[in-house]
């Protein structure tokens, strides 16, 4: 049962966390739903869940549509955490509360633009290619402050910090150097903006590797499997 599901995947974050010294409430669980029905959600949903993330935009805007009211009742937060193309950006910035893909400063641009247009201020992470594999996308690390200090000149968009997917292994304790080179990389810019309001968020982890992710600075752990199979 999904109920079941979370409520272990909630014990499992609390151990973890108990064990890094961190606090649960630290960390926000989006439950990724991609591929995955109404009804699924809305049992994620009744169990506690408030996050929800998808990878494509166009399934997002079905499922938001079909769950307004329920999330009108409960307050969920959508989170898009896939590849945003700049002829979707209309419907992004409608449906999604964080957009954690933002992989380029012109797509920044057009997101500030489109926000202005409808009144809001749309909360996004930089999503950065730690691991440098051709197959994924996002920044280089190295481009990452520069990008930054253009994205803080944007009055719709603000930045929230930090997204990485690290590359796939059959062992989690191999993602721990990608996770904590983006703590790292956020930690650097931070120390560089000479500023009050820093950059806070880190999306890493998944059903796979979400422990090592806390360990590492996880704020945002997005998990698919753990709750939707079993
Ligand atoms: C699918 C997906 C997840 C969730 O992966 P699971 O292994 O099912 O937990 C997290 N992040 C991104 C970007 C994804 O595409």
């Known amino acids: 049962m999904i109920a079941d599901r979370i409520s272990l995947l909630q014990r499992q974050l ?45 399934e997002a805007s079905i499922k938001h549509g079909a769950l307004r009211k329920v999330c009108q009742d409960k307050g969920c937060s959508w989170h898009l955490i896939g590849h945003l193309q700049t002829n979707k950006v209309n419907d992004a910035v409608r449906i999604f509360d964080l957009i ?37 996308f996002g920044l280089r690390p190295e481009d990452a402050l520069s990008v930054v200090e253009h994205i803080r000149d944007l009055k719709n968009v603000s930045l929230r910090g930090f997204m990485t997917i690290a590359p796939l292994s059959d062992d989690p304790e191999n993602a721990r150097p990608f996770f904590s080179r983006l703590r790292v990389l ?10 009050h309001n820093s950059i806070q968020h880190l999306s890493m982890g998944m059903t796979d590797d979400f422990e090592i992710a806390v360990e590492e600075g996880a704020t945002i ?6 709750i939707f199979e079993g």
């Open 14 to 58: 609390a151990l973890r966390c108990q064990r890094a010294g961190r606090l649960p409430q630290d960390i926000t669980l989006v439950a990724v739903s991609k591929g995955r029905s109404v009804q699924d959600i809305e049992a994620a949903l009744s169990a506690g869940i408030q996050h929800v993330g998808e990878n494509r935009v166009q």
């Open 100 to 136: 954690h893909s933002v992989d380029s400063l012109k797509l920044a641009e057009h997101i500030d633009k489109v926000a202005a247009h409808i009144g809001k201020t749309q909360e996004i992470l930089l999503q950065v290619n730690v691991s440098g594999e051709q197959s994924k």
């Open 186 to 195: 956020r930690d650097t810019i931070n120390s560089r903006l000479n500023t």
């Open 221 to 226: 752990v997005r998990i698919g499997r753990a």
